[in-house]
């Protein structure tokens, strides 16, 4: 279902570049074959998604044979521990470089940018503890925000994130941040206080159009800026709730476009033509809930 390559062959074009996009299903526990395969295929680069981000850089902190391979993991990567991006390139003594990024964080701010939303000096509510929560709450704290609550369901795993971003030294002040149950009460209350609302859950994904994590029959606070990490549907049910409320929402496709124009510009080392790429998704998914 994935709408990527949609999009990455689409900028390709759009940039005169005869490359391709492929996806390609790695099952668990060959992501180190598969990524050192790539250099033999060819490729110049690749995306890794879930559930091999933390594994891709694992592989990428040791070469395979130190006499024909280098490896890099760059600072973004290192810090969320996880690799979105790879890319490979070849020195003059056709030694392979590759290297290992994470795009999810710029690309996160990046989207939210776009939308008009500053977070230096904001107060924001994370919901989820995920790996995509992660690089909302690394950007987050980067961008110097005043104060994060983390609210998860299982509470151990939100904190388990504030002592990572701790032991990260991303913290600027212990009371900074916290982490909390997500229940009705410490949603709604939070977010009373709140100027960002952060969607990092797959709760409101297709096929479960109906449901949100923001409860029935509550209004959203006005003042808040809903960012739902959810893009298809385009437009989910907590954004309309939020609409419905007169809060600002923005969607989930702005953090994908954002994270894979940075990747490929990477790749190319060309500006990536975001317009065209924003269209190529929305065209895809399109044609996914025609089908
Ligand atoms: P993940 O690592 O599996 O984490 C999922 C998170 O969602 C966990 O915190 C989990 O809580 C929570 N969760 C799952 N089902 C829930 C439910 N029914 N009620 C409450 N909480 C629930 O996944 P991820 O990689 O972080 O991705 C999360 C979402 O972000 C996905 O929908 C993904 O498609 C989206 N995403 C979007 C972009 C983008 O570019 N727009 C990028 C990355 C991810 P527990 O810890 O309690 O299980």
């Not at 390139?89 to 590759?98: H, L, W």
């Not at 549907?233 to 939020?242: G, I, N, S, Y």
């Amino acid at each position: 279902h994935s709408v990527s390559p949609a999009m990455q062959n689409a900028a390709f074009e759009a940039l005169g570049l005869n490359w391709r996009y492929v996806p390609l299903p790695v099952p668990p526990g060959h992501i180190e074959v598969a990524v050192r395969g790539l250099a033999a295929l060819g490729f110049r680069g690749a995306n890794v998604t879930v559930p091999h981000k933390q594994a891709a850089l694992r592989v990428l902190e040791t070469p395979a044979s130190p006499l024909t391979e280098e490896v890099f993991v760059a600072p973004d990567a290192q810090a969320l521990g996880a690799v979105n991006t790879i890319v490979l390139a070849r020195s003059e003594d056709d030694t392979i470089i590759f290297s290992g990024h994470n795009t999810d964080e710029a690309g996160f701010l990046g989207a939210l940018r776009d939308g008009g939303f500053e977070p230096e000096g904001t107060s924001a509510v994370v919901v989820g503890a995920g790996g995509a929560a992660r690089a909302v709450v690394f950007a987050l704290m980067a961008a110097g925000a005043e104060t994060i609550t983390i609210l998860n369901r299982t509470v151990k795993r939100a904190r388990a994130l504030v002592s990572d971003l701790s032991s990260a030294g991303r913290m600027a002040h212990p009371r900074a941040i916290q982490a909390l149950p997500l229940t009705r009460e410490t949603l709604t209350e939070t977010v009373g206080g709140a100027q960002l609302l952060v969607n990092a859950t797959p709760v409101g994904m297709w096929p479960q159009v109906d449901a949100s994590v923001w409860p029935d029959g509550v209004a959203m606070p006005a003042q808040v800026t809903v960012f739902d990490l959810v893009y298809n549907p385009l437009e989910t049910k907590l954004q309309r709730q939020a609409r419905a409320s007169g809060a600002n929402a923005l969607d989930g496709l702005g953090m994908l476009v954002r994270q894979g124009a940075l990747a490929l510009e990477l790749w190319t080392g060309e500006e990536a033509p975001v317009p065209v790429m924003r269209r190529a998704c929305e065209q895809a998914l399109r044609t996914q809930a025609r089908s």
